[in-house]
């Protein structure tokens, strides 16, 4: 996509709004103000607010900072003045980019900076669906299990930094990084996704939500894994094809999944399936203090760079 930036107005003081219908920890929040304030800009803060409180408060505004809060052509429409968005995190599928690009609004997210928080909870759940949600039976043990974790992008690499001290056995997808980057992290990287699934106990999922992933993890993936199979779910619902994972969850009464997006169909799930799913009731992967810390900073500081000189090394919308 190509860009046609807004010029840059000689205007020295500029709104930033903080539109987090997830609110962000305290100590977050405390630090983005005195990010903000010391940069000589006005910081909006508006907390679990709704669609109409987005589309006021974005009026005469010239950056928006969200988390999975959804940004579209409507409330670009209401915001005349708005340069820059920033996604205080990694997966940017909330945000219109298109609308974006057409209004010659620049769109950034910031890579690595809630991705310990995401493999941490990844092995939150592992652990507490191998232990059978903590209900007194006899569960099992991570050391010497195998993994395969499908993209390693940020989140994926601390996933198998994490795995290395539980004693799993890894193994990785994704196109877009070399094998040897892999091997250097003690990863054996694999090239189809069947062998992915064939190949390990546990399957955790890192990939975007894109019109190439969407439903694209389901009946036939799920069928491959070996028995006891455990499917992770810290990326997006969008890539999961709930019909088929349910059949296979009917036709194999060993396999488990849990998810830190509840599904569209989380009911019927649990209703079906019960113990051998687990859904956290809001994503919260990325909802630690230092995640958030982290996370919120750096957008603040994103957006504070780009309204005064143009600085876009995040942007995804080019
Ligand atoms: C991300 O894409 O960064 C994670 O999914 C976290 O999303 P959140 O900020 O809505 O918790």
């Given at each position: 996509?190509?860009?046609?930036?807004?010029?840059?107005l000689n205007i020295?003081?500029?709104?930033?709004?903080?539109?987090?219908?997830?609110?962000?920890?305290?100590?977050?929040?405390?630090?983005?103000?005195?990010?903000?304030?010391?940069?000589?800009?006005?910081?909006?803060?508006?907390?679990?607010g709704t669609r109409?409180?987005?589309?006021?408060?974005?009026?005469?505004?010239?950056?928006?900072?969200?988390?999975?809060?959804?940004?579209?052509?409507?409330?670009?429409?209401?915001?005349?003045?708005?340069?820059?968005?920033?996604?205080?995190?990694?997966?940017?599928?909330?945000?219109?980019?298109?609308?974006?690009?057409?209004?010659?609004?620049?769109?950034?997210?910031?890579?690595?900076?809630?991705?310990?928080?995401?493999?941490?909870?990844?092995?939150?759940?592992?652990?507490?669906?191998?232990?059978?949600?903590?209900?007194?039976?006899?569960?099992?043990?991570?050391?010497?299990?195998?993994?395969?974790?499908?993209?390693?992008?940020?989140?994926?690499?601390?996933?198998?930094?994490?795995?290395?001290?539980?004693?799993?056995?890894?193994?990785?997808?994704?196109?877009?990084?070399?094998?040897?980057?892999?091997?250097?992290?003690?990863?054996?990287?694999?090239?189809?996704?069947?062998?992915?699934?064939?190949?390990?106990?546990?399957?955790?999922?890192?990939?975007?939500?894109?019109?190439?992933?969407?439903?694209?993890?389901?009946?036939?993936?799920?069928?491959?894994?070996?028995?006891?199979?455990?499917?992770?779910?810290?990326?997006?619902?969008?890539?999961?094809?709930?019909?088929?994972?349910?059949?296979?969850?009917?036709?194999?009464?060993?396999?488990?999944?849990?998810?830190?997006?509840?599904?569209?169909?989380?009911?019927?799930?649990?209703?079906?399936?019960?113990?051998?799913?687990?859904?956290?009731?809001?994503?919260?992967?990325?909802?630690?203090?230092?995640?958030?810390?982290?996370?919120?900073?750096?957008?603040?500081?994103?957006?504070?760079?780009?309204?005064?000189?143009?600085?876009?090394?995040?942007q995804v919308n080019?």
């Amino acid at each position: 996509m190509k860009v046609k930036l807004k010029p840059f107005l000689n205007i020295t003081k500029m709104k930033i709004l903080v539109f987090t219908e997830k609110p962000f920890a305290q100590n977050a929040v405390k630090a983005i103000e005195n990010t903000v304030n010391a940069s000589g800009n006005d910081l909006e803060l508006v907390e679990r607010g709704t669609r109409a409180d987005l589309l006021e408060a974005v009026k005469d505004a010239e950056g928006l900072i969200v988390r999975s809060d959804v940004i579209d052509a409507e409330v670009m429409e209401h915001a005349p003045k708005l340069k820059v968005i920033v996604r205080a995190g990694a997966g940017y599928d909330n945000i219109d980019l298109q609308a974006a690009t057409d209004r010659g609004i620049c769109v950034m997210n910031t890579p690595g900076q809630n991705s310990n928080a995401v493999a941490e909870l990844v092995f939150g759940m592992v652990v507490m669906m191998c232990r059978n949600q903590y209900n007194g039976t006899s569960g099992s043990e991570l050391k010497g299990k195998s993994l395969g974790i499908y993209a390693f992008g940020q989140v994926g690499r601390n996933v198998a930094r994490i795995a290395k001290g539980f004693g799993m056995k890894i193994e990785a997808l994704d196109k877009f990084v070399a094998d040897a980057v892999m091997e250097g992290e003690g990863v054996h990287p694999v090239h189809d996704v069947k062998e992915l699934f064939s190949n390990n106990d546990f399957v955790s999922l890192h990939i975007p939500a894109t019109a190439e992933t969407r439903n694209s993890i389901g009946y036939e993936l799920a069928m491959m894994m070996p028995k006891n199979g455990v499917l992770v779910n810290t990326a997006r619902k969008e890539v999961i094809d709930e019909e088929g994972l349910m059949k296979a969850l009917e036709e194999r009464p060993d396999l488990r999944y849990v998810s830190d997006i509840r599904p569209a169909a989380a009911e019927e799930f649990e209703k079906r399936f019960a113990a051998r799913v687990f859904f956290t009731p809001k994503k919260m992967g990325a909802q630690t203090a230092e995640a958030n810390f982290n996370a919120g900073v750096a957008a603040a500081e994103q957006a504070i760079a780009y309204l005064k000189d143009g600085w876009n090394k995040y942007q995804v919308n080019k």
